[in-house]
């Protein structure tokens, strides 16, 4: 007789495997990663793995559309609570640069998995996804500059997010002040608010 599976327990552990892989690719990196390596840091066996996601690609992109959704999920729910325009640009500026280890841990991985993805097409479609629902929290910022010529502005948002990033990562002792600081004086110039706060 089959086992029946509670659906509730099982999405409990689904996240709680891609929790660990994210972690473990964070440390070894897309290329070095194994399912060996994050069954260790989830406690489970490779077969486990096997069951809940096919394979390492598949448990991988998982881990990916997870922690992105995540993000976007949690920045819109902060721009959504603030009230005012300069709130919502903060907000959104705090949930792009959110500790000094997230951060680094997000944008290593994310970078990582996106190198991965210029090799293997069905991850690309991850990253579209992720590209598209980060366009269009972006679009929402954007906005807070007028109707006119936000596409363009929300493109050139990423743009900034993403350089200050690679910026981030690169640094060796990076201030998570300062990095909130620059990205926020670099949206108020793209929103036409230069004067302001």
């Not at 077969?47 to 976007?72: D, E, K, N, Q």
């Not at 502005?153 to 990076?174: I, M, N, Q, T």
């Not at 990205?183 to 004067?195: I, P």
Request: hydrophobic share 45%; charged share 25%.
């Amino acid at each position: 007789m089959a086992r029946s599976v509670n659906p509730i327990q099982d999405r409990a552990r689904r996240a709680a495997l891609e929790k660990a892989a994210y972690l473990a690719l964070y440390e070894r990196g897309y290329a070095g990663v194994t399912l060996g390596d994050i069954a260790g840091h989830a406690g489970v066996s490779k077969g486990t793995l096997a069951y809940h996601f096919g394979s390492r690609a598949g448990l991988l992109a998982a881990v990916m559309r997870r922690f992105t959704r995540t993000i976007t999920a949690v920045t819109r729910r902060a721009l959504r609570q603030a009230v005012t325009p300069e709130a919502k640009l903060r907000a959104y500026v705090e949930n792009q640069f959110y500790g000094v280890e997230n951060t680094r841990r997000f944008y290593t991985v994310s970078l990582d998995f996106l190198a991965a993805a210029t090799r293997d097409p069905a991850l690309m479609n991850v990253q579209r996804d992720f590209q598209r629902e980060t366009l269009a929290l972006d679009l929402e910022v954007a906005r807070l500059g007028g109707e006119e010529g936000a596409a363009e502005r929300a493109r050139l948002l990423r743009a900034l997010v993403e350089g200050l990033s690679v910026r981030f990562l690169a640094d060796p002792e990076p201030d998570l002040a300062s990095y909130r600081g620059e990205c926020l004086r670099g949206l108020r110039a793209l929103l036409g608010w230069e004067n302001q706060g």
